[in-house]
């Protein structure tokens, strides 16, 4: 049943990703200036590259053969050819860039969701009180803060003032270049290590659910597991050679990471707490209250686990919006990942490599989508495959 | 209820009114219900005055400056305080607040304070314009697919799902880079894009409540056409809502257009993200000493910030107008 | 036969911006072993904020402004809210209003059933409190096999019966029913009442219903105390209260429904709503809507006095008493 709705799920994604690379197509290609004017006028191009690139994609062709060949090069990855890393292709560059975004943002991401849950969770809880008003507040303006402007007090408060963060860029330069080990490598490596902790917690929160009944059985073999595994990984990288450029990717990660959960966990807070307050309303909280259930119980298992629901929701809409906190974020702290390629590569009038760029972005967008439809089906059990 | 004696006096009144009138006096009632509960929301109230302060001073206070004070004349000709084109020869330029310049000068000697204010009423109007579209589009395609149901209610829903996938930034980022976007045109593609998209379906749930209630009904019994029924009983009905979301829309596009000019990628003259741009691009924003040249940010910054938030606080406060669960008891 | 519950003079006001409402004002009762009674009244007129006194799950601008509630020899009035939160379920349970939420979305119905085991007897294993829900769900009419289906996926009436299992999961002394049936169709109304009147005898517990249906509780409750505006204006045995009801409200709320072995009448409504409870006045809150009020009823509130054995009522003009039944028999 669980396939069957995840493929459904699936299949309605690729209709959506052709609809979508439809649109980034005719934006590029249609409109006046489109592509092929770009092209030409492009003073970097030699008269000789700006032919073949037209051979190629066969830019001469009438439009609805370009956008079929157009469509059956987005499937084969074949994206182009950047004109201003000429001639690296388009996917060599996206390939390596997005792994960098996907973790930034699934960091991030859950650092922000599960911030914003249990501070949303105690605002409606504390109803009233003084801290609620002053998170409140706190809350709405850094949701609603002009992103560079908190950017650049974050970099000026933690890079120069407490000086504890590297200022930006991906690595610190004067540390690998000693070395001639690939930063992307480690980087993957880095990307493995996270999956498989990742891994480890669902694993061990799917076994305790199924072996045992009593909470506190249930916590012991999950955070235990998870504990295990996360010193193992850190006693593996301790015990590399190539520890310590790990750790420096790691560091220039902190900041990025740092910015991004504050943009984005506002919301979840706020969605968090005007669904908690409703839902404390709900007959079923009476029930559990009747029931003799400590406080802390009826909070956490009877009323934050069904006010949920709607923050999951509300994190499909503001996928976009932390997305493009996340492209202001990049750029600003250098972060090479897809944010940056696609604001760089617009300044460049870089075409191939920014339509590639914006096609992949949609994609991290959907997929990032699916995860999401995929766990609200596991929490609310009315959603029927 | 029913026999209160106030309401059947005005019942009575009423039947000597025209239909017009008592519409207009119903609204009306309604308007100081609404805005008695609204007026109770710190939150709300704190943003309607922050709108009031940027709408006087970038309509009122600006045009008065600039055709008083910074008038150029012979006294002052040094001190040009043109927002776009101005230049003080007076000092070292980017230059600290002074009597002169009570906000400083960016690095192109431009008065701080002067562009800023310049600035406002284009970002209202920004704001307000790519709002208004987003909200009429939302209110009309959510009521109609509402109304009608159907393949066209299942087709406006697949829109407004694609659209709700759209990485909206860096769309407009590619857009941008490639056309020559201004401030008119940037306001329609953002109304156009966020009017098809999650407005739409919040809308038309809204409608779909409003549909299944009796007085729809009853006027359909009494041969009320559909395009009546939609325009006098639905949309009438959802309008507060959609106010409310006219709200977020003016945050979400003067954010948008912030972001842009930030990154230069405008065809505008002057705003608040340019500012900023102006002054980054020139190399005074480096991590330890951005308090050193604070006036070349901080306040377009602020400003934009606090534009922001109060038409979110506006909301914020609207939805407890709107959603009475989530007033307090 | 020793007291249950035992009420003394309970008075649970709201704070409001308006003032204050005052909900249940000066409620005394007592219910023995294995006894059943009735609270009956019209909506509004303070049944629930009685039964939620007694659970003490008042709202937070809610008060119990004096008087004591006695469960098991204890004044629970007094308590701590842990210590309260042992009583309740496991002495005290509740079937709720709104049966059709009063199970949460997300759990299954089972495991919520198993967690009120499970909390109040920690010692119970997971499969010794599976096995006790099964046999619950036998007792009220449910397929045990649906104890791991989600409340979505039960009929209102299914739903019904698992909320009352979830009430008997602890063997409690005493069950609040409030308005246990209003939400389900007649007949199905009917069959649970009367499974509930036979599992409330055989386990020999106490039980309060709440209902506007004067009708419903009579025969289901040995004892029917009448609520009018947060006072109760007369207690009586069902029987006494059918045959001889003497608060002119009681005549009221009796002929406003129909009587399904009773001759055909012309049903009677009282007119009027009742009063708001926001600043109470001092004269008896019924005579407004009363057939029978004089100038006495307008100047001071009547007192609640035993007019015959075992029958009180607060009025100064009773009706249908011992004497006149006779008088009109002869």
Known sequence: ?385 | ?329 | MKAVLEIKNLKMYYDTQAGQVKAADDISFSLYEGESMGLVGESGCGKTSVSMSIMRLLPENARIISGNIFFGGKDIVKLSNEEMNKIRWAGISMIFQAAMNSLNPVYRVGDQIIEAITTHEPDVTFEEARQRVASLYKLVGLDPERMDNYPHEYSGGMKQRAVIAMSLACNPKLIIADEPTTALDVIVQDTILRELEKIQKKLNMSMIYISHDIAVIAEVASKIAIMYAGKIVEMSDSVTIFKRPAHPYTVGLMSSFPSIRGAKKELVTIPGEPPNLLNAPDHCRFAPRCPFATDECWKKEPSYEEIEDNHFVACFHPQNLKKQVRANAG
């Open chain 2, 1 to 329: 209820m029913t026999n209160n004696p106030n309401t059947t006096v005005e019942m009575a009144d009423a039947k000597l009114e025209s239909p017009a009138l008592i519409r207009m006096k119903l609204m009306w009632r309604s308007f100081k219900e609404n805005w008695k509960i609204f007026s109770q929301s710190k939150i709300g109230m704190i943003g309607l005055y922050i709108v009031i302060i940027f709408a006087v001073a970038g309509f009122i206070v600006y045009p008065i400056l600039a055709a008083t004070v910074w008038k150029t004349t012979s006294l002052n000709a040094m001190a040009s305080y043109n927002p776009v084109t101005g230049y003080d020869f007076v000092q070292n330029n980017p230059a600290p607040p002074s009597w002169a310049h009570l906000l400083g000068t960016d690095p192109l000697g431009r008065d701080i304070l002067a562009q800023l204010l310049y600035s406002t009423p284009r970002e209202f109007m920004l704001g307000i314009v790519a709002a208004l579209i987003t909200v009429i589009i939302g209110t009309l395609i959510g009521t109609v697919a509402a109304y009608f149901g159907g393949a066209l209610d299942t087709f406006f829903m697949r829109v407004a799902d694609i659209v709700l996938l759209f990485p909206f930034i860096p769309f407009l980022i590619v857009i941008s880079g490639m056309m020559q976007v201004d401030l008119l045109t940037l306001a329609l593609i953002i109304g156009l894009l966020s009017g098809f998209g999650g407005i739409t379906i919040v809308l038309r749930s809204q409608a779909l409540i409003v549909k299944s209630r009796p007085f729809i009904e009853s006027a359909k019994i009494s041969g009320a056409s559909d395009s009546y029924i939609i325009v006098n009983h639905i949309i009438p009905n959802v309008m507060p809502l959609s106010f409310l979301y006219m709200m977020f829309n003016v945050t979400g596009a003067i954010f948008s257009e912030a972001v842009l000019s930030f990154f230069g990628l405008l065809n505008i003259k002057m705003s608040w993200g340019l500012m900023i741009y102006t002054a980054d691009t020139a190399g005074y924003i480096i991590g330890s000493n951005i308090w050193n040249y604070w006036w070349l940010w901080l306040p377009a910054g602020a400003s934009i910030t606090l534009l922001c938030g109060a038409f979110y606080f506006i909301g914020r406060g609207l939805d407890e107008v709107v959603n009475p669960r989530l007033r307090k008891r």
């Open chain 1, 1 to 385: 049943m669980m396939l069957k709705y995840i493929g459904n799920r699936i299949l309605q994604i690729a209709i959506l990703l052709v609809i979508y690379v439809a649109i980034v197509f005719f934006l590029l290609h249609a409109m006046p200036g489109g592509i092929k004017t770009l092209l030409i006028s492009n003073p970097k191009l030699t008269p000789q590259a700006q032919e073949a690139i037209i051979r190629a994609f066969g830019l001469n062709q009438p439009l609805w053969l370009q956008f079929v060949d157009y469509m059956k090069n987005v499937f084969t990855l074949n994206l182009g050819i950047s004109f201003s890393y000429y001639p690296t292709p388009v996917w060599n560059i996206i390939a390596e860039r997005l792994p960098r975004t996907v973790l930034l943002f699934t960091v991030a991401t859950l650092i922000a969701f599960f911030v914003g849950f249990a501070s949303g969770k105690s605002l409606a809880w504390n109803r009233g009180k003084t801290t609620e008003y002053v998170s409140t507040i706190v809350g709405i303006i850094t949701y609603t803060i002009f992103t560079p402007l908190l950017i650049f007090v974050m970099i000026w408060f933690f890079g120069s003032f407490l000086g504890i963060f590297p200022l930006n860029q991906f690595l610190n330069p004067d540390l690998w270049i000693h070395t001639r080990l690939n930063a992307q490598v480690i980087f993957l490596y880095i990307l493995l290590t996270m999956l498989i902790i990742g891994m480890v917690m669902l694993v061990s929160y799917l076994v305790a659910l199924r072996f045992s009944h009593r909470v506190r059985t249930r916590r012991l073999i999950f955070y235990l597991s998870t504990i295990i595994t996360v010193v193992f990984s850190v006693f593996f990288w301790w015990v590399s050679p190539v520890g310590i450029y790990a750790a420096d990717i790691l560091w220039h990660m902190v900041l990025p990471v740092m910015t991004v959960t504050i943009i984005s966990y506002a919301g979840n807070m706020l969605v968090m707490r005007d669904s908690m307050l409703e839902t404390i309303k709900e007959d079923f909280i009476t029930t559990a209250r009747a029931k003799g259930l400590p406080d802390k119980v009826v909070r956490d298992k009877h009323a934050a686990r069904t006010a949920m629901l709607p923050v999951v929701t509300n994190f499909v809409l503001s996928l976009g919006f932390v997305v493009s906190g996340g492209v202001i974020t990049e750029s600003l702290f250098s972060w090479p990942g897809m944010g940056m390629t696609l604001l760089d590569s617009t300044l460049a009038k870089d075409y191939p490599l920014a339509a590639g760029a914006l096609i992949f972005t949609g994609i991290f967008v959907l997929f990032a989508h699916l995860a999401i439809d995929i766990i609200y089906a596991f929490l609310d059990p009315r959603i029927r495959y």
